[in-house]
């Protein structure tokens, strides 16, 4: 598969499965891609499956984490480097006031996350925490039926403002008292090989104190091929 019909296929089988945390999937797909990856990820979507991305996310989900994931995926965001500082403070104050309010429903926080460009976006963030001395993912916490839609919106802004650290952070996550998410672990190493693979084995590194590679070569399947393979893309010699 080339990378859209492989982001498309990762998206269809997230729906199907619609596991513990399966929007994070289409979180990815469509926060951590460029406008023009998303929408040949979208037209691969299209022609393998004969339906619209969009028309699955929404049959497949309901609530503010339709409405949310539907805009995310819908979006082709400028991809310039023309910035308003005004705007970014401007919505600072907005998202601060959703927050102060436990308005965390409200369509600001989704217009501002799908429609702006991710310089914007990140500009924005600064802006709160220069405003307000904390980040907006330490003020995005509620009452527990939030919580699932809260997740979506954290996980949304962790893709959009440094996408290696949330990847090297869905590595560490991937091992838990119940074993290895090794959908989770081949998905990211898969997906990030040709890109920045690289900077988030460092991150890994220096946020866990071991090597990427160590931690596959112990946790994965030891059938062979597929820790082999894993480790080819790490770039490890065995």
């Known amino acids: 598969m080339d990378p859209a019909e492989r982001d498309a296929a990762y998206a269809k089988e997230a729906l199907e499965k619609a596991t513990p945390n399966y929007y994070k999937v289409i979180i990815e797909i469509g926060c951590t891609r460029t406008s023009e990856e998303l929408l040949a990820i979208k037209r691969s979507y299209q022609f393998l499956y004969k339906h619209s991305l969009e028309e699955d996310v929404a049959s497949h989900t309901f609530g503010d984490i339709r409405r949310l994931l539907v805009a995310i995926i819908s979006t082709y965001r400028y991809e310039g480097h023309v910035l308003d500082e005004s705007v970014a403070n401007s919505e600072a104050n907005v998202i601060h006031q959703v927050i102060e309010n436990k308005c965390f429903r409200d369509d600001e926080i989704i217009r501002i996350l799908s429609t702006r460009s991710k310089k914007q976006l990140c500009l924005t963030f600064n802006a709160f925490k220069n405003i307000y001395g904390s980040t907006i993912t330490k003020g995005l916490v509620g009452s527990p039926s939030d919580d699932e839609y809260l997740d979506a919106v954290r996980t949304a802004i962790r893709c959009i403002k440094y996408p290696q650290r949330y990847f090297a952070k869905v590595l560490r996550n991937a091992k838990s008292e119940f074993g290895i998410d ?56 065995f």
């Not at 990030?192 to 590679?213: G, M, P, S, T, V």
């Not at 112990?218 to 091929?225: E, I, K, P, V």
């Open 182 to 237: 090794d959908d989770a672990v081949s998905r990211v190493i898969i997906t990030r090989a040709e890109k920045d693979l690289k900077e988030i084995k460092d991150l890994y590194f220096n946020r866990n104190n071991a090597n990427l590679e160590d931690f596959v070569a112990r946790n994965t399947c030891s059938d062979g091929d597929y820790k082999n393979f894993l480790l080819a893309l790490l770039g490890t010699s």
